[in-house]
């Protein structure tokens, strides 16, 4: 089993900026991708930010030149610096890691979420 345990989400005013952690602990023998997703109210879940350890990291197109994601990967985190945040940014925020673990075919994991406001 791998767990996650998400931080830093809060209430943010417009134009304003947040830093969300995921550090993951655990059954981990390698990580193949750690990345944010968020779900506004009245929506699908919507991928944020996706870095693999090899090849490109994504964005989505919302969020491209205003949100960086990074990893720590000596501690197994993965962050997402928040900025310029708008109102429609207003969401909870998941986390998601991408492990191998002691059987074969890679496993999905989620983290509770983290909820950002922010308020106009």
Request: one cysteine or more.
């Amino acid at each position: 089993q791998v767990q996650l345990v998400e931080s830093g989400g809060g209430l943010v005013q417009t134009g304003g900026s947040l830093r969300l952690s995921c550090a993951a602990s655990g059954s981990i023998f390698s990580i193949y991708a750690m990345g944010w997703y968020r779900q506004a109210p009245g929506k699908q879940r919507e991928l944020v930010a996706l870095m693999p350890t090899s090849g490109s990291t994504n964005y989505a197109d919302s969020v491209k030149g205003r949100f960086t994601i990074s990893r720590d990967n000596a501690k197994n985190t993965v962050y997402l610096q928040m900025n310029s945040l708008k109102a429609e940014d207003t969401a909870v925020y998941y986390c998601n890691v991408v492990v191998s673990g002691s059987t074969p075919g890679p496993k999905f994991y989620w983290g509770k979420g983290t909820l950002v406001t922010v308020s106009s």
